[in-house]
């Protein structure tokens, strides 16, 4: 709905804030509890999370906005017409296309998903290489690392509260689409140019695409499936929430272990070029997302454009 949107830019600004004030005492964990104790903490904050969670669901469905039961009346609808039509039951890789051609904006977003994954995945191997080479002290290597999450979630809370909303409000998601990834395909073609690029450059190249995805990316995902029907939101968040984030991550880091098997040596040079090229594959990928992006004035109104 228009009024969930609402929301969207204020909940994430404050998982920001949050993630940064927890990255900010990673340091002082380490030095008092060490890695040890940091792995215990997170685990108790995963369950915290996880009971949360809980809570959120027994609220959903106390005020009926559950949508488990809509989801079995649908099923129980469908079922009762493929039975009497004698329909056999649709796969989940013929509904996913059959969804991606009546809802071409999600065949996109899987595209530009999978894409921005990809490109995350390698930036953050490439960070994390040159790290291990500056800093061989695994206590000062996770105090850099909470430093940098928490700047991270910082600038992106910063972004969200104030430039987000202006953002929205004045200006045109098509164009918001298009331009997000600009600066962070700069930089890796900065890197892809360099021999041995230094950490700051490799950190800001991460630092600007984990910066672009917590405070704009997130946020025009959901915006997605605002006006979408029922079945498209659920099997499009299905599939491309988690089929699509897990495909680009995981079928990415294949590639690299492909490639390194196949020419032995395949190092952080060859790692900022491979950037360079996932960049600009995700770049076509958002402009061409953004052709069935519509405008989104200060109304909230939402059209999606027909395919070009």
């Known amino acids: 709905s228009v009024e969930g949107a609402k929301y969207f830019s204020a909940i994430a600004g404050l998982s920001s804030i949050s993630s940064t004030a927890a990255g900010t005492i990673v340091s002082n964990i380490v030095d008092r509890l060490g890695l040890g104790g940091l792995l215990g903490i997170a685990s108790l904050s995963l369950l915290l999370s996880m009971l949360l969670a809980d809570v959120a669901y027994d609220l959903s469905e106390k005020h009926e906005f559950d949508p488990a039961e809509e989801m079995k009346r649908k099923k129980a609808e469908k079922d009762k017409l493929s039975a009497t039509k004698g329909h056999e039951e649709v796969g989940l890789v013929k509904k996913t296309r059959d969804m991606f051609d009546r809802v071409p904006v999600l065949g996109a977003l899987f595209c530009e998903v999978v894409s921005f994954q990809s490109l995350s995945t390698v930036l953050n191997v490439c960070m994390v290489t040159r790290l291990k080479e500056?800093?061989?002290?695994?206590?000062?290597?996770?105090?850099?690392?909470?430093?940098?999450?928490?700047?991270?979630?910082?600038?992106?809370?910063?972004?969200?509260?104030?430039?987000?909303?202006?953002?929205?409000?004045?200006?045109?998601?098509?164009?918001?689409?298009?331009?997000?990834?600009?600066?962070?395909?700069?930089?890796?073609?900065?890197?892809?140019?360099?021999?041995?690029?230094?950490?700051?450059?490799?950190?800001?190249?991460?630092?600007?695409?984990?910066?672009?995805?917590?405070?704009?990316?997130?946020?025009?995902?959901?915006?997605?499936?605002?006006?979408?029907?029922?079945?498209?939101?659920?099997?499009?968040?299905?599939?491309?929430?988690?089929?699509?984030?897990?495909?680009?991550?995981?079928?990415?880091?294949?590639?690299?272990?492909?490639?390194g098997c196949a020419f032995g040596s395949f190092g952080l040079s060859e790692l900022t070029k491979m950037t360079s090229v996932v960049g600009t594959i995700w770049f076509a990928c958002a402009y061409q997302l953004s052709n069935?992006?519509?405008?989104?004035?200060?109304?909230?109104?939402?059209?999606?454009?027909?395919?070009?």
Not at 156 to 171: I, M, T, W
Not at 173 to 201: D, E, G, K, Y
Not at 296 to 305: A, F, I, N, P, T
């Open 134 to 259: 500056a800093l061989t002290d695994d206590a000062l290597r996770a105090a850099w690392t909470g430093r940098f999450y928490a700047s991270v979630n910082g600038v992106s809370g910063l972004f969200q509260f104030v430039l987000l909303p202006l953002f929205l409000k004045h200006g045109n998601i098509t164009w918001i689409w298009r331009s997000m990834p600009l600066l962070p395909l700069m930089v890796t073609l900065i890197t892809a140019m360099q021999a041995s690029p230094s950490l700051n450059l490799l950190a800001f190249s991460f630092f600007a695409a984990k910066v672009i995805d917590y405070s704009l990316r997130n946020v025009l995902n959901e915006m997605i499936y605002v006006p979408l029907d029922f079945d498209s939101r659920y099997l499009g968040k299905e599939v491309i929430g988690v089929f699509g984030n897990r495909f680009g991550k995981s079928g990415i880091s294949l590639v690299l272990s492909g490639l």
């Open 292 to 308: 069935y992006i519509p405008s989104l004035g200060g109304d909230g109104d939402v059209d999606h454009k027909k395919k070009r």
